[in-house]
């Protein structure tokens, strides 16, 4: 919310209504805050709508109970919550709804990458060369800056003070994690076949 607008009265407390029925309104400005918004929602921003007494956490996990069988889910996803479609309808989306700028086109190595950022976060280009054996192109850390999926990180603290890259709440959101630390374990990477080992 800006800073310079003034917030909206709200009776956050609704001490008039009986606890059930409490508790169903602040389930339902926490659907409403969640729907309206386009990215994950942190807690702070959710505490801000319902009472003091109101736990942001329960008040989500009733709301993901009340959806089950639904097309869509509540995700913990980047420090915050936000609405995703359930994967088995992802056919049906792109074969009705107009989502092509929403989709990620992103190729085997363009993931790779994006692994390789993530788990060695902040990177160079240099580093990112070492781990691939070769020059990483400016198009690529281009089109993944675009994407929102990397942002610029702090300068690495040698000659010449290179950039950095490092991953984004988009990646995140993009990819399904809370965290950095919903990652794969590396070791769990190279049992799988899907990374070298250390």
């Not at 800056?145 to 990646?171: C, E, K, M, N, S």
Request: proline share 7%.
């Amino acid at each position: 919310m800006a800073k310079d607008r003034p917030e909206p009265e709200l009776d956050r407390e609704l001490a008039d209504l009986p606890p059930e029925l409490r508790w169903r309104e602040w389930m339902r400005r926490v659907e409403a805050v969640l729907f309206a918004s386009a990215s994950p929602v942190p807690r702070e921003d959710l505490a801000r709508v319902v009472g003091q007494a109101a736990s942001v956490d329960l008040l989500v996990e009733d709301l993901a109970a009340d959806l089950q069988g639904r097309a869509f889910e509540i995700a913990q996803v980047a420090g915050g919550w936000m609405f995703r479609t359930q994967i088995a309808y992802a056919p049906a989306i792109r074969i009705a709804a107009d989502v092509g700028d929403q989709l990620l086109d992103l190729s085997e190595f363009d993931v790779a990458v994006l692994a390789a950022i993530a788990y060695h976060q902040p990177i160079t280009r240099d580093g990112l060369k070492d781990i691939f054996g070769k020059e990483i192109s400016r198009d690529l850390i281009g089109r993944l800056h675009a994407q929102g999926l990397i942002a610029t990180g702090p300068r690495a603290p040698r000659r010449g003070a290179p950039y950095t890259f490092v991953t984004t709440d988009t990646f995140l959101a993009a990819f399904g994690m809370e965290s950095l630390r919903d990652l794969p374990d590396r070791e769990q990477l190279g049992d799988a076949g899907l990374a070298a080992r250390p």
